[in-house]
């Protein structure tokens, strides 16, 4: 089977109605995994996201978690797991090497989907259902923007923002400290802000808020949100 880099994974019935995983390049589902390649190049999202953040994130950061993952999961009962099994097994155990195994999967996942939803330039604004359900969620795009922005301030320290659904099964935007994900605890996970400091530091310093309303604004491909939360 070809797995391109649009495609995805819908859960079964224990994750409930649309629960869907970015599948990562692989070719089996079992280790070594490996990291997929990027889906542009290096430089294809500046000024928003420079080169040099970029090689460093995926090819350091991304690339590291990769290679921890196998190295801590080699002969443990996640050998032959496929990426995101990976995840929900081990959020399941607070032994403390299954954590060490779920940050590094999750991370390992978090950039792949991470990575898979932008587009150089951008499509800049959602439309059709997605826009009229961001309006009626968040009061239109910019409330989108701002609310974004607000629960980011809410994670302590390194995380991620993600689009998702709250327990009422409604549009979300929730803030996950570290490497943790909706996906862990069932949830869809339709678009990831990456707050951690190397994710942007280089660009923008401390301004994270800047760095935030840039990537929305600019390097989105809404049509891959409006697939993930379609299928």
Known sequence: ??????????????????????????????????????????????????????????????????????????GSRYADMDLIEIVEAAAKSKGADDVKIFNNAAQAWNHV???????????????????????ETFGGYDGFTKRAVDVSDTVFGTGWVWLTRDDDNKLALIGYEDGNNPVAVGRPAYLGIDIWEHAYYLDYENRKAEHIRAVLDRLINWKVVEERINA
């Open 113 to 135: 989907a991470y990575w898979d939803q932008f587009v150089p330039g951008g499509s800049n604004r959602p439309t059709g259902n997605l826009a009229a359900s961001i309006d």
């Open 1 to 74: 089977m070809t797995i391109t880099r649009r495609t995805i994974l819908v859960t079964g019935a224990a994750a409930a109605a649309a629960t869907v995983f970015p599948l990562p390049h692989i070719a089996r589902a079992a280790l070594p995994l490996k990291q997929p390649a990027l889906p542009f190049a290096e430089a294809d999202l500046a000024p928003v996201i420079s080169a040099k953040t970029v090689g460093l994130h995926y090819g350091k950061h991304h690339k590291a978690y990769f290679d921890k993952l196998n190295t801590l999961a080699a």
